[in-house]
């Protein structure tokens, strides 16, 4: 993802079309951050418009630090909080059948559409079955693209711990998918 910076700035100063450009640009990534914290569809979207409503009421008060990890930061706590008041812990639960399904393009046969299919959800059950901060790690990392620097900053822990934990928490994906499909690797 390109540098943010130039549209938080025009942002800051009241553009609401570069506001609605933003919001366009990031709203896929809060969602996903609400949706590993809380398992469910509908309260992912009602956190992440929260979190958008507390954006744009702080806008003024974003310092110069990286705009995304920052916005995931708040995204992060914001879950952690909601789980906190309802005193839950995240389902580990698997997806509805369905859930996060795109429209098939032209291109893929359907036998490559149904094997790339299989193998996102054998990757969903196995990170279902990681333990939570290497499951965080790779959601981090992998899924929203993070790199490591923005990982430490965004857990307020050192880089060399990020990278360490990052190393485990691919290990344990590969030893999860390997568990739940001992073929798997084999093909």
Same mark, same amino acid.
């Given at each position: =993802? ?7 700035? *025009? ?11 933003? @919001? ?6 809060? /969602?996903?951050?609400?949706?590993? /914290? ?16 507390? @954006? /744009? ?15 995931? !930061? ?14 839950? *812990? ?7 059948? &369905? ?19 299989? !193998? ?8 279902? *079955? ?8 790779? =959601? ?24 360490? *934990?990052?190393?485990?928490? !691919? ?12 073929? /798997? &690797?084999?093909?």
């Amino acid at each position: =993802m390109t540098d943010l910076a130039p549209i938080v700035e *025009r942002c800051r100063a009241g553009d609401a079309l570069a506001w609605e450009a933003l @919001v366009r640009r990031v709203q896929g990534r809060v /969602y996903a951050v609400a949706f590993h /914290y809380l398992c469910d569809a509908e309260e992912a979207r009602d956190l992440a418009q929260e979190v958008f409503i507390k @954006v /744009y009421r702080s806008l003024d008060t974003f310092s110069g630090e990286s705009f995304l990890p920052w916005l995931l !930061r708040l995204g992060r706590n914001a879950a952690i909080d909601r789980l906190r008041r309802k005193k839950a *812990r995240p389902q580990t639960t698997e997806l509805p059948a &369905g859930a996060g399904s795109e429209i098939a393009a032209a291109g893929p046969s359907p036998e490559e559409s149904w094997a790339a299919e299989a !193998r996102r959800r054998l990757v969903h059950r196995a990170l279902q *079955r990681m333990s939570e901060p290497n499951r965080e790690l790779i =959601m981090l990392k992998e899924i929203q693209g993070l790199d490591l620097e923005a990982i430490a900053s965004l857990l307020d822990v050192p880089l060399g711990t990020v990278k360490s *934990r990052s190393n485990r928490a !691919r290990l344990e994906l590969a030893r999860k998918v390997m568990e739940l499909d001992p073929s /798997y &690797g084999s093909t």
